[in-house]
C-alpha cells in the first residue's frame, strides 16, 4: 500500500512554499514516510501522526500524538522523535520508534525521510 499524504503547489502559496508528503506500508508492517518541503534556510520540516478525533484537530494539529522533525543545513541534519501530549507541546518520545532516518537539504527543499511501525503504542 502506497499513497500521497498531501501536497501544495509552490504556485499556489504567496511565499513559494511547498510540500509533499507520502508513505509506504512494507511487508515488516512498517512505514515509511517521505516529507519535502521548500523552505527557508534553517528551517525544520515535520509530520505528525495521531488518531484523528474532530475536524478541529486536524486544523489545529495533534494532541497525543507521534510527530517526526527532521532539518538539514551543509553537513549538519538531525531528526527528532518527538510526541505532543498537548497542542503546544512537544516532548521526547520515549519509545524512539524511528529507524533508517534521512534529512538532506537540495536546492532549498529539504526532505526527511524515515521508518516507524504502522502501531508503535
Known amino acids: 500500500c502506497n499513497g500521497t499524504l ?25 512505514v515509511t514516510f517521505t516529507v519535502s518541503a521548500r523552505t527557508p ?20 494539529g495533534p494532541s497525543n500524538g507521534d510527530i517526526v522533525l527532521g532539518a ?14 498537548a497542542q ?8 524512539q520508534d524511528i529507524r533508517d532516518a534521512s534529512a538532506e537539504r537540495v536546492d532549498g527543499v529539504t526532505t526527511i525521510t524515515f521508518n516507524r511501525p504502522r502501531n508503535s503504542g
Do not use: K
Open 88 to 95: 503546544a507541546e512537544l516532548t521526547i518520545d520515549p519509545s
Open 72 to 85: 538539514s543545513s551543509g553537513s549538519n541534519s538531525f531528526i527528532h522523535d518527538r510526541y505532543a501530549v
Open 6 to 30: 498531501g501536497s501544495l503547489s509552490c504556485d499556489n502559496t504567496a511565499d513559494g512554499t511547498c510540500y509533499t508528503a507520502s508513505y509506504a506500508v512494507q511487508q515488516d508492517d512498517s
Open 41 to 60: 534556510a534553517n528551517t525544520w520540516v515535520g509530520l505528525g501522526v495521531s488518531n484523528v478525533t474532530s475536524n478541529a484537530d486536524v486544523y489545529i
